[in-house]
């Protein structure tokens, strides 16, 4: 099999010949395992089945102003170091700064216009034998996405008060996501597998926000995005950290096809459990812990986590094997490597 008939014959619900294999990296471990490899593809090396095409900015982005810098919302950011890694966080935050509806027409919003589609299709042939994905987390990823320009804070109290400048911000950045996502997936003619999504709606205790107020203002906008995808033959596969488990029913009868960013760490995320609950409806791609697992424990127990996760969890396809998040800079190279070539059935050298 090549890499796009793996996890299309994973997402029918059928085994393939190994199971389809995703990788989500920070810069820095992204740095240490090109060099362990000697600058090799990093996707080549390990086995990863999947591969993006997107659209290229060509609209205009405020200037830099010393270490702060800008995205297409003109909120700013500056990289913050820690201990264990450094970490773009937001420092101006322009859509706080919106307290009207005057200033909200006032802000000088982006256009989809300024997206380049033209070179999609190109992209889209030349990876053909890989699973073909659009997107990302940040798609429409209301909490995180409009946080990082207002505050969390805020915008929890403008979705539950319902504030119309707060709604009115959101459904922007919503439906330019979607516009964006839509040029994209008519550019790729059909040859565009997954469209990938996000929005975190749970924590490490549980869900995010109650049944109500899921289903009176998120769903109607991420069903949309199911709909999308599946208009033009694509599956639903969106990012969802934290505690997921009540909600997982709510997805399924949304359409989602798969649940990305697993946590097993969270008590109702318990990997068999939860497997069982949604085995034949929703895929899930994750549940090798980035918590515990790969940065705290030994090469034997990574070794574990991934055999248990590949004979059990796995069976009858439906699963895509991968890091609940990100790799950690704190993570031990041989960790990851230890979980690898257990999905890939041979050592990485």
């Known amino acids: 099999m090549n890499s796009r008939e793996r996890v299309l014959t994973s997402l029918a619900w059928q085994e393939p010949d190994r199971v389809p294999i995703q990788i989500y990296l920070t810069p820095e471990i992204a740095g240490k395992l090109a060099d362990r490899f000697k600058g090799r593809d990093l996707l080549e090396v390990f086995g990863v089945d999947f591969r993006h095409v997107g659209a290229a ?24 170091r820690y201990e264990f890694g450094t970490y773009p966080e937001a420092y101006d935050l322009s859509l706080a700064r919106i307290e009207t509806m005057d200033d909200f027409v006032r802000y000088p919003w982006p256009s989809v216009d300024d997206f ?64 964006e996502l839509e040029r994209i997936l008519e550019a790729g003619r059909g040859k565009i597998d997954i469209v990938c999504l996000g929005e975190d709606c749970g ?31 694509a599956k639903a596969m969106m990012h969802s950290c934290g505690d997921t488990h009540e909600i997982m029913p709510t997805f399924i009868e949304m359409g989602l096809d798969v ?33 515990q697992t790969l940065p705290r424990g030994t090469v034997e127990e990574c070794r574990v986590e991934a055999r248990h996760r590949l004979d059990v969890i796995a069976k009858g396809g439906g699963y895509i094997f991968a890091p609940a998040h990100c790799i950690q800079p704190d993570t031990p190279v041989e960790n990851i490597l230890a979980v690898f070539e257990q999905a890939l059935g041979r050592p990485l050298e």
């Not at 995320?269 to 090798?288: D, S, Y």
């Open 116 to 179: 380049d589609v033209s070179k999609v299709w190109e992209r889209c042939d030349a990876i053909k034998d890989y699973s073909v994905c659009c997107g990302g987390a940040g798609h429409p990823d209301i909490i995180n996405g409009v946080s990082r320009g207002r505050g969390m804070q805020r915008v929890i109290e403008d979705i539950m008060l319902e504030d119309e400048v707060g709604i009115a911000i959101i459904d922007r950045r919503v439906d330019f996501c979607y516009r």
């Open 259 to 291: 649940l990305d960013a697993m946590q097993p760490e969270p008590p109702g995320m318990q990997p068999e459990a939860i497997r069982k609950a949604c085995f034949g409806k929703l895929a899930f791609c994750g549940l090798i812990s980035t918590q």
């Open 203 to 233: 924590t490490q205790n549980g869900r995010l926000f109650s049944q109500k107020v899921f289903d009176d203002f998120f769903r109607p906008r991420l069903k949309r995005f199911y709909d999308l995808a599946h208009r033009y033959g």
């Open 57 to 80: 900015w060509r609209g205009t982005v405020k200037p830099p102003q010393g270490e702060v810098y800008y995205d297409i919302w003109g909120v700013g950011y500056k990289n913050q």
